[in-house]
């Protein structure tokens, strides 16, 4: 073939985009984006097979049915097999026409007969389905962000601030500030999940009034279930579920009780149940309906105006009252699964952040570099006659406390770490940048480096800790973490959340003496694990090191034009130095010397998020490797 004539495709419309079609071009990009790096990240292409185009302008890679090329006219290589587009696409074709692939549909159409497998619908029709509900999302959420965006440059001028995070803290008070800055950050969603902001059941007006990129605020009602027809979970230190809730939502209780006794009804007969809003018209009064008629499920009750954090389905209630955040269920597919919360997180929250918390007094919080926010109370419905735990997955809460942790007064900002990598409302940069710069113009190489060693270690350090010495794995992915910075924009900690899912490896901690129960239950897959301690190394490394520190290692190298691959040498030295401070404390060596071989020699274990997608599900745990980019000579 011949590709001396290979220029950019110009597309006739070009010169006709309004900023709307715009918006379309980015997010079509943006989905273009996600799809190539999780093809060649998870070997569903081979990259072995790009090769760069004769004329230099370029890469290609040989597509199977018809026989073509594809050319990719910028595509990066960043470490870990990530392969960036940020180019234009085209399809070469044999009779030495070229066609312009502007979107993810048309990529997949070439690509599909190329694949390592056939997906479960030959076409990936549902995927096409679900990046297009993405992209639809995406637009309405950057129309949004101009406008939030262009608000807050005029605020933060107004206070005279240092950039989004200084002024947060100026305007408001830490617990409020976090809660903002974590709404204003979910605007990039999951890093390279190609339906990364999916929500196939919702209309534009749902979307825009229920997520937490458009600022939203949602009440959350509470309703009553029978005490009887629940299965309570707490922390050691709550005598009472319903005490507990009247201690932390004191007018809101206050309401509730009185709706009952104006019923006539004990008080003391019922829990208080807090359900989502659109899980309440669209979900609980058709499915629970015999319960309703029953008089087992009071849906009147009052409301409670809350903000959803990133993750959509966990509130933090925004009125004076304050209160603990509140995990709920809504039946809605969002980015892979639907968002019920079922019994085995209800039972496993409350008892991993016991056993956590213990750790954490022990051990000073290792150095005082982590803290969590405890899930102290779940209830889950369970008919008292039927007994089944699977009933309850859509009638469900967790409470996670946030005394200590957003109301605080020792001048520790909490960032949630998809924020720092959203673009900040200057447009300078990544809003970690304003962090990194500290207000004296751009920063060094040498004190980007210096930033990135103290980020590092404030994530590895506890991480790596808590794994080794107790067999626990901290999901610290970008939305499940907070990084505290002090006054003077440094990252001193990690405050890390959501453990219904958590995953241990129980013979290490009953060796230091505690016991987990685990939740056994037909159907569910275990999170305790006995045998091999792999499933729990492989949840540390995909959410710790591929899904957060190679993305904020990323941002940064791109924003400072950084050389190579020194931030993932910082982070394997990070790495290296945890696992010195874990050794002394190690009975068994060899466990030692294996892990440390896994962290730092080995493939980085990471779940094969597309594949999955593709084959509809079938295997929650499919994985793949990527070639460890801290890969250190004689690990
Ligand atoms: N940067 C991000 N990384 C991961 N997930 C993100 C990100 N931004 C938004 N999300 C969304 O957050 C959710 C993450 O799911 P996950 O199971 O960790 O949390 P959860 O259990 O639903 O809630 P919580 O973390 O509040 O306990 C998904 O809906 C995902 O789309
Ligand atoms: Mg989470």
New binding site residues.
Partial sequence: MNNSSLAKPVRSDEAVFSPSSDLAVRAQKNALYRLIRCLFAEGILDPALLSPADDGSGVLFPVREPRSMLWFERLERAPANTLINRGAIALLQGDGQRRLIDTADALLDVLLPSFDFVPADAGAEKLKADIASSIANDMLARRFRESWDGALREEIAAAGAGGLCDYMRRRHGIRQAAILLDQWG?L????F?PT?KTKPSLSEEEVTALSPEFAAVVPVRIAALRKEMAHVERMPHIADARQWFAAHYPETARSWATGLAARGLQVADWLPLPIHGWHLEHHVRQHFAPEIEQGILLLDGPDIATRP??????MLPDGEEGGPFI?LPVAIW??SEQ?SLQAKSIHMGPRISTVISDILADEQGFGGSLEIFTEDLGIHFKHAERQDDAEGKHLSVLFRATGGRLEREDGLLPVTV?ALLARAPSGDGPLISELVDGGSGMATAAAVVAFFRMYARAVIHPAVQIYLLYGIAL?A????TSILFDREGRPVRMLI??F??GRTYAPLLRARGHDLRPYVYKGILPTVFEDDIEPVRSFVIDACFV?HLHEVALALTRHYGLAGDILWRVMGEETERAFAAARPRMADARLWHAERHHFLGEGWSTRSVLRMHLQKYSNYRLQHQLPNPMGMAGA
């Fill in positions: 979910s990039e969603g999951h890093p999940y990364w954090s990133m993750s959509f389905r966990t995990k969002l980015t968002r998809a999901e992915h970008q939305q499940n959340r959501d219904g899912d899904c």
